[in-house]
């Protein structure tokens, strides 16, 4: 039994650069291509599309196999998508001439292929080579490095629709040759193309990248930008063990590209959480260091009844002001300028909102706060706190455990911290039905209600 008509395997095993392999000769156009054609003939519910990984025929790919036929391709290029899937997928005729037959020499090639990369692995662990994962790991900030330098330096906009270093380098005002070396990799890296001597921006930096673009993110990546400079500071920060002090300065849009950047997760998360939290019952919300305002937004759209408080820093209210008033939801979200930690917080609220707030405060600073947010609270009202949560071990999500060290080198005493910590915490603030809710990607909620 089939649990679809036509099972596809499309090989995109990737390998170091240099060597040959299906991605390298394409496969991955090939089954965007196929994914795109599968979609628009309406097989999506006859085929199923799935990348595997090395066939070790990589000499003839991109390689693909069509099960349960026991058909096999070689070779296969985007023109030819169109064709396969019409006569091999929807029909059931194989497209002869990229058919691969001859399965002694296809197995030849295999075995031969498999002796070799076991030889090579031998080889490898003979000599105490470090191994390839491990050496990305080491060398991945130098892509990093490449494309926040571009983008602090606007690159992409600079590039527009196509121009040489120089035009580039007079754009920026920098220097051509250097600006000649950076445009060179991101080539290599795939974020622009080269032809002659004129760069092009990608689609997708073009999209993301590029001043005036609908989805142009680069004003939150300049915020990635920013910390890049506090996360070279980690190994002091590890001896110390708190943030070190910085001679430079704050730049100077340090704050909106703060802001952009928490507008720019918050947007999405957004209407999980209302959903997640619901509406029902609820009056009136505080939502602390709101940031952007992205939540008391979408709870105040949710609910036409709802009034929202969002409380933050006197720097970040203006910012705020902006998104409320953009949203058309001023009459229903108001803002107060203050500090969490010491200021009244108000009383009789139904819901607080701690979103992305408990990580930037140690343990005592957030017992505190836990304390003072039941005293704000009407009877059985209800404080959310979302937040990267670690395992019980501490030693993961990575996101979560790498978040930790960013505000290490970020902060005087925040963390990522696990759920036995935050229901502890609210336990002891005199909260009850303390529970999880997991969200889709990396933040969590913890809900407590006022006892
Ligand atoms: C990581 S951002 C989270 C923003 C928003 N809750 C979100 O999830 O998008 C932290 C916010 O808390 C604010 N903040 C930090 N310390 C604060 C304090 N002591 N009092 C009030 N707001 C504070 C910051 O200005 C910032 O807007």
Known sequence: MEPFRVHLFVCTQQKPEGVIS???????AVLDQLDREIQARGLDGDVQLTTSGC????DEGPVMVVYPAGVWYRHVQPSDVREIVDVQ???GQPVSRLVWNDAPAMKAMSVEHRQKVRAAM???EK???LPEGLDQMIR??????CLLTALELDIFTATGD???AEQIAMRIHANARAVGMLLDALVALGLLSKSGDDYRNTPESARFFVQGSKDNQRNGLLHTADIWHRWSTLTEALRRGSRVPMDRGKAPDWTRNFITAMQRNAKDRAGLVVKALGTAGVRR???????SGAYSIAFAKASPDLQCEILDVPEVVPLAAEYVSKAGVSAQVSLRAGDMLGDNLGSGYDLILLNAICHMFSEEQNRNLFRRVRQALAPKGRLAVQDFILNPDKAGPVRAALFSLNMLVGTEGGASYSESEYTEWMKAAGFSEVRRISLPGPTDLIVGRAE
């Open 22 to 28: 299906c991605s390298a000769n394409g496969s991955l």
């Open 55 to 58: 066939m070790g025929l990589c």
């Open 89 to 91: 997928l929807r029909d």
């Open 122 to 124: 031998a080889a490898r």
């Open 127 to 129: 000599a105490g080579v």
């Open 140 to 145: 991945g900030y130098m892509p990093s490095r």
């Open 162 to 164: 196509g121009a040489n």
């Open 285 to 291: 919300i505080l939502d602390l260091g709101g940031g």
